[in-house]
Antibody, heavy 119, light 107 residues
Framework: EVQLVESGGGLEQPGGSLRLSCAAS????????MNWVRQAPGKGLEWVSY????????YYADSVKGRFTISRDNAKNSLYLQMNSLRDEDTAVYYC????????????WGQGTLVTVSS | DIQMTQSPSSLSASVGDRVTITCRAS??????LNWYQQRPGEAPNLLIY???SLHSGVPSRFSGSGSGTDFTLTFSSLQPEDFATYYC?????????FGQGTKVEIK
């Protein structure tokens, strides 16, 4: 069974940093690209970042470019999101999601971790 | 960026109803279109990928169609567990974008 479990969320002040983790199991992690997606309270879904299986290709949404860094450790079956220079508008539930094979979809999602940026 | 527009934003329907949700892309995305279901307090779940392919384990009452800029998600017979919010998403070009969501409520 595919499982993705996020951790690392919490309350942080504007300008602060947080590092999110996503532990993967039930599939061959190093075969798959991964994503982070976020959802502000009561709002829709926003794609944040993508990393290919070998970390050779990385994409970011403009809203986080230069502040967030996606990475992975295939030996540990883990995905990360380093979030720096946090802003109020980064407050959201952050989901990790597997990028499915073929034409590309987010075929499995974690349960999410809440990040709150507030003074 | 490619804008995805869903309609309606919300709808009320009864169990057993046939329901259709529409998603329009601001430019041609071929069939790089996915549909997700999100129940309150839960993570999204993939329903349909590549516009019309059913994800593993998804009931056959869900179907998707379309290509280019116009897409639909259809429920052949709405069930109680289908009351949720539905999102379309394009993966044709980054930044991958979602529609604003369609909330399906009980009439």
């Amino acid at each position: 069974e595919v499982q993705l479990v996020e951790s690392g969320g919490g309350l942080e002040q504007p300008g602060g940093s947080l590092r999110l983790s996503c532990a993967a199991s039930g599939f061959t992690f190093n075969y798959y690209s991964m994503n982070w997606v976020r959802q502000a309270p009561g709002k829709g879904l926003e794609w944040v970042s993508y990393i290919s299986s070998t970390s050779s290709t990385i994409y970011y949404a403009d809203s986080v470019k230069g502040r967030f860094t996606i990475s992975r450790d295939n030996a540990k079956n883990s995905l990360y999101l380093q979030m720096n220079s946090l802003r109020d508008e980064d407050t959201a539930v952050y989901y990790c999601a597997r990028y499915g094979s073929g034409i590309g979809s987010f075929d499995y999602w974690g349960q999410g971790t809440l990040v709150t940026v507030s003074s | 960026d490619i804008q995805m527009t869903q309609s309606p934003s919300s709808l009320s329907a009864s169990v057993g109803d046939r329901v259709t949700i529409t998603c329009r892309a601001s430019q041609n995305i071929n069939n790089y279109l996915n549909w997700y279901q999100q129940r309150p307090g839960e993570a999204p779940n993939l329903l349909i990928y590549a516009a019309s392919s059913l994800h593993s384990g998804v009931p056959s009452r869900f179907s998707g169609s379309g290509s280019g800029t116009d897409f639909t998600l259809t429920f052949s017979s709405l069930q109680p567990e289908d009351f949720a919010t539905y999102y379309c998403q394009q993966t044709y070009r980054t930044p991958w974008t979602f529609g604003q969501g369609t909330k399906v409520e009980i009439k």
